[in-house]
């Protein structure tokens, strides 16, 4: 079992940035994909990033590419998602995920641990 704990979110002005981590814990990572996604009131579960298991090859959908970057420190247990120049759009909770395979993925059902999630507000 993989037990994964976001933290980092919270409000932001339009523009700014904030630094989300998941750390994981009861296995290490190092073996696993782990991925991104938010979810807002009233809409499905959205991709926002994942990342292989070596950090070599990450993949961003189209609306946050340029702006959300994904990485991962293996040796601390941790993955991060860099997000710059929030967007009121932004606004969603934010789960961090882990996959039982090297690659990355992109759909939810992908994925075979979530964490809680933390709310991220980006006001205008």
């Known amino acids: 079992q993989v037990q994964l704990v976001e933290s980092g979110g919270g409000l932001v002005q339009a523009g700014g940035s904030l630094r989300l981590s998941c750390a994981a814990s009861?296995?290490?990572?190092?073996?696993?994909?782990m991925g991104w996604f938010r979810q807002a009131p009233g809409k499905e579960r959205e991709f926002v990033a994942s990342?292989?298991?070596?950090?070599?090859?990450?993949y961003n959908p189209y609306s946050v590419k340029g702006r959300f970057t994904i990485s991962r420190d293996n040796a601390k247990n941790t993955v991060y998602l860099q997000m710059n120049s929030l967007k009121p759009e932004d606004t969603a909770v934010y789960y961090c995920a882990a996959r039982s395979v090297a690659g990355v993925g992109s759909t939810p059902n992908e994925y075979d641990y979530w964490g809680q999630g933390t709310q991220v507000t980006v006001s205008s």
């Open positions: 009861g296995r290490a990572i190092s073996g696993y994909a």
């Open positions: 990342i292989g298991w070596s950090g070599s090859s990450t």
